[in-house]
């Protein structure tokens, strides 16, 4: 296990590194991060973080530069609790590794950012709030398991696009800002207990196979 209980601030080369932990009872613990500042120079480069073959990483703060998270397996983990921001990341969920936002988490998403599942029994589960809140800002969700038991949203500009299967469980809401725009492309399912809650302010998208229907209200 590497622990570093003191550094707060984590500056990668501007041409990106790698932070990894591989191995069952591997760990890097990066808990006490406020900022960590990915690759720079372009999007060609990466910083590179990754949980592999049962291995954890605990990350906290806001993330930017151009970094690219990634879990492989279900024994893997990274720890996003303590996220509460990213900007311009990829994370991904590979080989049966599961993204899990937890219920105490609040990320921001600014800049443009990507969330996709690889390979058998990959999955993204969200318990917490994932805001795209700034103007212009873009997620991309491409899962073929995603399930919401929190909050999506997406604020007055910004943009939400969900491609795949997703599943709406118990409390989960989408949210939007009067010009915010959510699009779902695949399928839509779950067991919503507030239904009754549904009260869109700006645009959703619902994409069938060769025809977008725009909804600004269901009845």
Known sequence: MLSFPAATIYTSDQYGNTIQASGAGSRVDLSALATLIGATRSSSWQTQIKALAGGKVDLAGQISGWTTLTVDTNASTLNLEKITRFSNATLNANNGGVLTFPAASRIDWVGTNTINTTGTGSSVVNQGVLSVATSGAILTITANDFTNYGTIEAGDGASIDIHGFITVATQGQLKE???????????????????????????????????????????
Do not use: F
């Not at 809650?197 to 209200?217: D, E, F, I, K």
């Open 177 to 219: 800002g009067t010009s915010g725009t959510i699009t779902i492309s695949g399928n839509l399912s779950g067991g919503t207990q507030n239904a009754d809650q549904y009260n869109p302010q700006g645009q959703y998208v619902w994409m069938a196979p060769a025809l977008p229907l725009r909804h600004n209200s269901l009845r």
